[in-house]
C-alpha cells in the first residue's frame, strides 16, 4: 500500500454536505460522480495531497444508505493506492483477511477497488484503489 488514497465519508445529503465541505476546504469539489453499480453520488475534494469522497446512497438498498441507517453519517472507509491491486488482494488474502469482492470492480474517480471486510480490520473498512489505467 503506497498511500491513503480517499478518506470515505457518508453523508444523507449530497448537496448539503458538499456545501459544508466548500466551505470547509474554500473550494468546491473537483468531481461530481455517480457509480450506478453501488448506487451511490460521490463528489470528491482536494486538501493538499488529501482527498475525501462523500457518499450518497441514491437508494435502500446501497451499502451507503444501509450504513447511515445502522451508524449515522460519518466515516465509512479508509482508501489505500496500490500498484497491482491483484497481487494485493492475493497478498491480504494469505495474511489472513476477508476480501469482500476477490475480483476488482470499477469504483468512483477512475478506480478499480476491492474492500476488505471490517472485522478483519479491527472495525475499519478498508478499500483498495488501483487507477484503471495503471497496470
Given at each position: 500500500?503506497?498511500?491513503?488514497?480517499?478518506?470515505?465519508?457518508?453523508?444523507?445529503?449530497?448537496?448539503?454536505?458538499?456545501?459544508?465541505?466548500?466551505?470547509?476546504?474554500?473550494?468546491?469539489?473537483?468531481?461530481?460522480?455517480?457509480?450506478?453499480?453501488?448506487?451511490?453520488?460521490?463528489?470528491?475534494?482536494?486538501?493538499?495531497?488529501?482527498?475525501?469522497?462523500?457518499?450518497?446512497?441514491?437508494?435502500?438498498?446501497?451499502?451507503?444508505?444501509?450504513?447511515?441507517?445502522?451508524?449515522?453519517?460519518?466515516?465509512?472507509?479508509?482508501?489505500?493506492?496500490?500498484?497491482?491491486?491483484?497481487?494485493?488482494?492475493?497478498?491480504?488474502?494469505?495474511?489472513?483477511?476477508?476480501?469482500?469482492?476477490?475480483?476488482?470492480k470499477k469504483g468512483?474517480?477512475?478506480?478499480?477497488v476491492a474492500f476488505?471486510?471490517?472485522?478483519?480490520?479491527?472495525?475499519?473498512?478498508?478499500?483498495?484503489?488501483?487507477?484503471a489505467t495503471a497496470?
Amino acid at each position: 500500500m503506497d498511500k491513503i488514497e480517499h478518506i470515505g465519508i457518508a453523508v444523507k445529503d449530497l448537496n448539503h454536505s458538499n456545501e459544508l465541505f466548500e466551505k470547509l476546504f474554500g473550494k468546491p469539489a473537483y468531481k461530481l460522480e455517480e457509480v450506478a453499480s453501488e448506487g451511490v453520488r460521490t463528489s470528491f475534494f482536494e486538501s493538499g495531497p488529501n482527498k475525501i469522497e462523500l457518499l450518497e446512497g441514491t437508494n435502500e438498498n446501497s451499502p451507503i444508505t444501509k450504513f447511515i441507517e445502522k451508524k449515522g453519517e460519518g466515516i465509512h472507509h479508509i482508501a489505500f493506492a496500490v500498484d497491482d491491486i491483484v497481487s494485493e488482494i492475493a497478498r491480504l488474502k494469505e495474511e489472513g483477511f476477508i476480501v469482500l469482492n476477490e475480483t476488482p470492480k470499477k469504483g468512483a474517480d477512475n478506480k478499480l477497488v476491492a474492500f476488505l471486510h471490517p472485522k478483519t480490520s479491527n472495525g475499519v473498512l478498508v478499500e483498495l484503489c488501483q487507477d484503471a489505467t495503471a497496470g
